[in-house]
């Protein structure tokens, strides 16, 4: 990586900012991979990803104000992980999965105290669904319920009998295809329709944070 750094015109033009688009389609062509794909084509997706964060890392270490590289990044992850294994590396135990993320858990709020939000280090970058699902879990924490947890969402779009539940994964694919189906039918944006909603969540766990650091005080 450092003679591509070096030698390439091309690699010698990019920054961070200029890289993520391709991060983003290193990370869609693994999840490809991971899902559909051959041994071949994931271990081509993961030389490919890892490159990616080569390539950051090559970048950083040339910064003039604080640089650091490859050797530094792995250093932090590998202490990082030390400290959320403490059933591992240290004389803790946990004998369940569910344990293992109280441990987890744990550590992480130790290293993050200076959040004030659940929201902090939650990126909306994320994929719609994919950010919704994390924001319906970050509300529960602080008992806000989404609105999809107090109204049965087929029922909500007409697209599904009231009474009918996605009993398993795929079952909830046909579901949320069911209900991209009747936006289109209706004109409807589904995209900005969730988006719209997420930023209502959000909005609605700050005001409970809010209210809850008043009452502390």
Known sequence: MRAVRDRCV??????????VPYLLEESAELVDAVEDGSRDDLRE????????VLFHAEIASRDADDPF??????????????RRHPHVFGDAVAT????????WNAAKAAEKRA???VLDGVSAHMPSLALAQKLVGKA?????????ERAEVGAAA??????????SEAELG????????????????????????????????????GAASGLEE
């Open 10 to 19: 091309w690699s010698q033009a990019i920054d961070h900012r200029a890289l």
């Open 45 to 52: 997706e993961l030389g490919d990803l890892l490159w990616q």
């Open 69 to 82: 590289d490859i050797d530094d990044v792995a250093r932090g992850l590998t202490e990082k992980m030390v």
């Open 96 to 103: 369940t999965p569910e344990e293992v993320l109280v441990h």
């Open 115 to 117: 959040r004030t939000s």
């Open 140 to 148: 529960a924490q602080v008992g806000v319920a989404a609105a999809a």
């Open 158 to 167: 007409g697209a599904l009998p009231a009474s009918h539940a996605p009993a």
């Open 174 to 209: 046909d579901a949320l295809l069911a209900l991209v189906a009747t936006a289109r039918e209706r004109g409807w944006d589904a995209e900005r329709a969730l988006r719209e909603r997420l930023r209502m969540l959000t909005a609605d766990v700050r005001a409970a944070e």
